[in-house]
Every structure is written in structure tokens, then in C-alpha cells.
């Protein structure tokens, strides 16, 4: 089993975390990382899900996640082509005068 990451779309209802992770619950994968954050438009979350899985099973959660009420876009992101996590370097601090 490898692990996957999915950034799901959601509609910022009530029960719509819950929906998705009871998907996995019925299915008996485990949730290894899960993080939920509004995005830039009003009434919309994304969700940053980590699965242990194998492809063929996660092929099948893709699509039954798509099918839920409040999901609006589901997709796999690519692992890091690295070992070390992505960062970015802030730019310079200036202090005033």
C-alpha cells in the first residue's frame, strides 16, 4: 500500500466533512492526515486528505467522492519529487525607518 494525497472541493455545508470521512469509515481505509480550509471564495472549503490505499481501491474512492452531494471537484495530487517538503522563501523583510 502506498500513501495518496486528494484535494477535495467541498460546498461549506453542515456534514460535509463528515460525509466524506464516513466514505472512508464504511470502506475501512484509514485516514492518515486530514485538513479542511475555506478558499478564497465564499461558501467553499478544500480538503487535503492523506489515504494509505492501493491505486485500484483509490480509483473507486476518486469516483464515489465525486458523487456526493456536497464534493465539487476531486483530484490525486502528485507526490513531492523530493524528500524534503516544498517550502517557500519569504521574501526579504525591510524594517521602516
Not at 3 to 13: A, I, K, M, R
Not at 31 to 58: D, H, Q
Not at 60 to 69: C, D
Amino acid at each position: 500500500m502506498s500513501q495518496h494525497t486528494l484535494s477535495v472541493l467541498v460546498e461549506d455545508t453542515a456534514g460535509a466533512l463528515a460525509r466524506v470521512a464516513a466514505l472512508f469509515a464504511r470502506r475501512r481505509y484509514r485516514i492518515a492526515a486530514l485538513t479542511v480550509a475555506p478558499t478564497e471564495r465564499p461558501g467553499f472549503s478544500r480538503m487535503t486528505i492523506v489515504v494509505t490505499i492501493e491505486s485500484r481501491p483509490l480509483e473507486q474512492v476518486i469516483r464515489q467522492l465525486g458523487k456526493l452531494v456536497d464534493v465539487l471537484e476531486v483530484e490525486e495530487t502528485p507526490p513531492a519529487t523530493s524528500g524534503a517538503p516544498a517550502t517557500q522563501d519569504a521574501p526579504p523583510r525591510t524594517e521602516a525607518a
